[in-house]
Structures are given as C-alpha cells and as structure tokens.
C-alpha cells in the first residue's frame, strides 16, 4: 500500500493539472461548444438523482458484460483451436483477417439490416468486431505454450480436462488477461456506436440525442460518467487479475 501511494499520487495531480487546463481554456474560450468542468460535473449530478443517466449507464453497461462474455468465450475457444491445429488456422486464417479489417459500423449496420433494430442485433455487431482479436492473441498464446510441460502431461497420462486446467490455461492466462483489457475498452466504445445508430435507450442513445441538440455540456456528461465506470472496473477488476495472471511467470523467472 505504501508503494502504490506514489503512484496514486501521480495520477492524482496528472488528473487535477488536466482539470485545470480545462478550466482555463474553457473561462477563456467562454462557448457554450467547451463548458467549463463545474458545469459538467453539475450536469452529472442532476441526470444521476433526476434524470436518467443511472438507468442509461445500467443498460449500456449490461450489453458491455453480455457482448464481452460472448466476444471472450468464443475467442478463446477459437485461439486455441487455430493454435493447436495448424491445418485449421490455415483454413480459416483468411476469414480471420477480413473480420480484423472490416470497420466496426459496417458490420453493426449489415447486423441492423438483416437482424432488424433489436438487441440481438446490438450485441452480435459487438461482440463480432471483438471476437478477432481474441483470436488472434489466443492463438499466439497457444504458439508458445512449452512443449516441456505438455510432454509432462502425457507422461503423466493427465486427462484432456486437468492438462487444459493445469497445464494449458495457467500458462494463457497472461492473454486471456491482456485480450480483456484491450478488449474491454474495444467493447464499450463500439457499444456506444451501436446504441447510437439503432437501440432507443443506453449511454450512446443519450449523447445522439444530445448531439441532435447540441448540447455539449451533456455529451461530455454522459461521456465522463460512462468512462468513470470503465475506469473503475478497469482499476479494480482487470488490472489486479492481469497482475494475478503473471505472478507464475514472475516466480519462474
């Protein structure tokens, strides 16, 4: 705890001097186009007890955790197949880079087209501009899994479930942990595109409605609230677990 005090007071005053310089720009610009801080926060304190800016940060961040679940099983499963079967990344390796290349809202707006407005719609487009990349560091991960451990396995005769449990995972944990953290911050960015163009309530729904007005106090208040949520799981969720994941690697070393 004594050790993490420096840090935490680095990013402390880095966050004050960005406020202030925020500040200043804004007294000096006097625009509605940059609001001062004070008006922001305001607004962030009037939608969270009058408005509906807790119902909207609710549902957009339900579909973060229902596309990011689905977009990390997936793409987990299908990393370590196409690592461990070489034929199969062959096969599929094309397929693979296309989805890495296609921009994000063409492929939420053909979900649209042929899923029609609906929430199946939303999550399939997020989650499919997510699964790739999963993909794509899974698989790496299976690559360099040590060929020492797995003869270890077979010499023990472990079954298919202990060498994934004890042999495979402990050693793709580093991954799975760096893909969720990149991942997470793919996720709700897509998600906001996504509520935008076609879901009638969530976070970006809000802003496209506040941008119609142009509002700008309230779509940096809708912003700020939403990454204050992403900034906290991200902190206390997905940074400890990514620290969990490579103490084993720390010891070995």
């Known amino acids: 705890m004594r050790g993490a005090l420096p840090g935490i007071a680095v990013r ?3 966050l004050a001097l960005l406020l202030a310089l925020w500040q200043a720009a804004a007294s000096h610009v006097q625009s509605p186009s940059l ?14 007890v009058k408005g509906p800016l807790l119902s909207n940060i609710a549902i957009t961040l339900a579909r973060v955790a229902v596309s990011f679940s689905f977009a990390m099983l997936i793409g987990c499963a299908l990393g370590l197949a196409f690592g461990r079967l070489r034929g199969l990344d062959r096969a599929f390796d094309t397929w693979l880079v296309v989805l890495l290349n296609t921009p994000a809202l063409v492929i939420t707006v053909l979900c649209y087209i ?33 060929p020492e451990l797995d003869e270890m396995a077979q010499a023990y005769r472990l079954s298919f479930l202990d060498r994934l449990r004890h042999v495979v995972l402990p050693q793709l944990q580093p991954y799975v942990a760096g893909a969720a953290r990149s991942g997470l911050a793919l996720v709700w960015k897509i998600v906001l595109v996504v509520e935008l163009l076609g879901r009638p309530n969530g976070v970006g729904y809000a802003i496209s409605i506040y941008f119609q007005l142009f509002d700008v106090r309230a779509v940096l208040g809708y912003s700020l609230a939403f990454m204050a949520v992403m ?3 991200e902190y206390l969720i997905l940074q400890p677990f990514e620290s969990h994941a490579r103490r084993w690697r720390l010891g070995a070393a």
């Open 35 to 48: 609001p001062a801080p004070t008006a922001v926060f305001a607004f962030i304190g009037h939608e969270a």
């Open 12 to 14: 402390a005053g880095s």
């Open 231 to 233: 900034l906290a799981i």
């Open 114 to 146: 042929w899923l029609g407005l609906t929430e199946t719609a939303a999550v399939l487009a997020v989650a499919l501009n997510k699964i790739p990349t999963v993909v794509v560091l899974l698989r790496e991960g299976t690559r360099a899994l040590s």
